[in-house]
Each structure stands twice: as structure tokens, then as C-alpha cells.
């Protein structure tokens, strides 16, 4: 039961990718031209998305855990800083060049799409270049989240100085 | 604006939503692509079940858009050569940044964090930008 969840989830998430236009890199490409014929659909594609997430994920988070597993496992809050940027602007380039993300170029992948294709054994990559060149210093940033009602005070200085027991991912 | 489809948009946006909101609720995990593909690149990662069946469920769905609505996918206009830089910008910089569209861009940004409100507003200038150089002053 728990992996056909994740399994629908995915397939979910490929539908709404489709049908939202994102697996057409022309049209991603047409979003950030904002000096040519500009196509403002992709700000709505992440309005419909975020718009429905700022309800659901706080819900969501009143749970103790979730339904098939013992915690939730959160990104831990760090600074912002260079590698947070310069991540972002490199991702921005590789964006914008081909008009493919992660996420829609796996999906279009499925077609045998020769574009998809190239551009996911170089995705693919270049995130093996990363792990190879960086410290494994990375795995230091999940937690398991602890449910609100179970915290004690030294859970609370410890999720308070990021110090919070590693979930290693 | 000829190209503009807030309907199919919105619609898939909401898709796109519920479906990050599910794997939360059931599972407990943030639907982040470059997370979910990258961890499955290293050699001692935790939950590469899970990452693995969230792929297939994501070619899964590829399939059904190929099959049904096969107009909605669509090929890149970039050359051979600027997709190959493309994929490896796209996956070094997630790796870096922690993140992507799904990652930050949704998930992040519904979850009100600040990292991934920069992240996207970031990758958003960055990305414009370099359409505004491809099209309009390089002339590709």
C-alpha cells in the first residue's frame, strides 16, 4: 500500500506536468522570454501547485507522522549562502537553454525523445560530477522531524541550534 | 501572448500540487525531483526504494501522456551540443543548490521557506536572463 501511494504519486505528478505544459520545453522557454512573446503559463502552473501547498502542507504537518512511515523526513533549515545561489543560477542556465528540468525531462524521457534522452544522461551527470567532487558533508542536512507534542526543552534548543539527530539520506 | 493556456495551466498546476501533498501525507517525503534522482546516484544513500518506485510511477504517468496526449510532450529547440551543457548545468547546479523547480519551487515555496524563495527567484533571473541571450542577443 505504501509504495503504490508513491507510485501514484509519481504517475500523478507526470500527469500534471503534461497537462500543465511543462514537458514542452517550448513553451517553459516561452515563460522565461520575457522580452519576446511572452507566455505567462508557467506562473500558473506554480500558482495551481504552490497555491494548493500552503493549505495542505500546514494540515498535513498536524499529524504526528506520516501514514506510512514513523516521521517525516524535512530538509533542515540552513543559511543562504553561495552554494544555495550559485546552485540556483547555474540550474537557471541549464534551464534555460534547453527549456527541461528534472522532472519533465524524465517524464518526457518515457517517449524515447532524443532531446530528453541527451539532456538526462548529461543531467544525470553533472549530478554525479557534484557527488563525486563535494565532501559527503551534504548528508547533514535532513532531519527527522519530531512531532510538536514530543518535544522536550532540550529538543527545542536542539531543532533551535540545527542540531537535531541526522537522518542520514 | 499567443501561447498562454492558464486553464490546462492551473489544472496541471493543481495536479502537480496534490500530487506533492501525497507523497507528503502517505509518505513523508518532499517531491523533489533532483533529490529524488540524484540520491539514487550515490553509493550509500537511504531510501533508494522508494525513490526508485516514485521514477517508475513518474515514466508511468509519461506513458499515459505519451499514449493519450502525445502533443503534450514535446522536443527541445536546443542543438545536440547546448542540450548536453544544459543537462549538466542542470544537474551539477541541483546538486548545489539542493534543489530545482519541484524541489524549491514548489515545495519549498509552499513550505515558506526562505532558501527556496531566493533559490527560485534566483534560478527564475538566471534562466530569463539567459533566454534574453539566447534569443535576443546571440541570435540562436
Not at chain 1, 512573446?37 to 505567462?40: E, G, K, T
Not at chain 1, 563535494?134 to 542536512?141: G, K, N, P, R, Y
Not at chain 2, 513523508?28 to 523533489?32: F, H, K, M, N, Q
Given at each position: 500500500m505504501k509504495w503504490l501511494t508513491i507510485f501514484l504519486a509519481g504517475i500523478l505528478f507526470a500527469l500534471g506536468l503534461g497537462i500543465s505544459g511543462m514537458t514542452q520545453p517550448e513553451k517553459v522557454i516561452g515563460f522565461l522570454d520575457i522580452a519576446g512573446?511572452?507566455?505567462?503559463s508557467l506562473a500558473f502552473v506554480m500558482g495551481g501547485a504552490v497555491g494548493i501547498n500552503i493549505i495542505l502542507y500546514r494540515l498535513i504537518l498536524?499529524?504526528?507522522?506520516p501514514v506510512f512511515d514513523k516521521t517525516f523526513t524535512m530538509p533542515r533549515q540552513r543559511n543562504i549562502g553561495g552554494r544555495l545561489i550559485s546552485g540556483a543560477a547555474l540550474f537557471g542556465i541549464g534551464w534555460g537553454l534547453a527549456?527541461?528540468?528534472?522532472g519533465p525531462a524524465l517524464t518526457s524521457g518515457v517517449t524515447a525523445s532524443s532531446s530528453a534522452l541527451l539532456f538526462i544522461v548529461a543531467m544525470l551527470g553533472g549530478m554525479l560530477a557534484f557527488h563525486v567532487t563535494?565532501?559527503?558533508?551534504?548528508?547533514?542536512?535532513v532531519r527527522n522531524r519530531i512531532p510538536p507534542g514530543d518535544r522536550k526543552p532540550a529538543d527545542r534548543q536542539k531543532i533551535a541550534s540545527a542540531a537535531t539527530p541526522v537522518r542520514h539520506i | 501572448m499567443e501561447n498562454f493556456t492558464p486553464v490546462s495551466a492551473t489544472l496541471g498546476g493543481v495536479l502537480i500540487g496534490l500530487s506533492v501533498a501525497m507523497l507528503f501525507y502517505f509518505n513523508?517525503?518532499?517531491?523533489?525531483v533532483s533529490n529524488i534522482a540524484g540520491a539514487?546516484?550515490?553509493?550509500?544513500?537511504?531510501g533508494k526504494s522508494w525513490r526508485i518506485i516514485f521514477i517508475a510511477g513518474l515514466l508511468a504517468g509519461g506513458a499515459i501522456i505519451a499514449a493519450l496526449?502525445?502533443?503534450n510532450i514535446g522536443e527541445s529547440p536546443a542543438q545536440p551540443f547546448t542540450l548536453l551543457i544544459a543537462g549538466l548545468l542542470v544537474g551539477y547546479g541541483a546538486m548545489l543548490g539542493r534543489g530545482c523547480t519541484s524541489g524549491h519551487g514548489i515545495c519549498g515555496i509552499s513550505r515558506l521557506s526562505p532558501r527556496s524563495i531566493v533559490a527560485t527567484l534566483v534560478f527564475m533571473a538566471s534562466g530569463m536572463l539567459t533566454v534574453y541571450i539566447t534569443r535576443h542577443i546571440a541570435g540562436a
Open positions: 512573446n511572452w507566455d505567462p498536524r499529524r504526528r507522522r527549456g527541461y528540468c528534472p563535494q565532501s559527503e558533508h551534504e548528508d547533514d542536512d | 513523508g517525503r518532499i517531491l523533489g539514487l546516484l550515490k553509493p550509500h544513500g537511504e496526449s502525445p502533443d
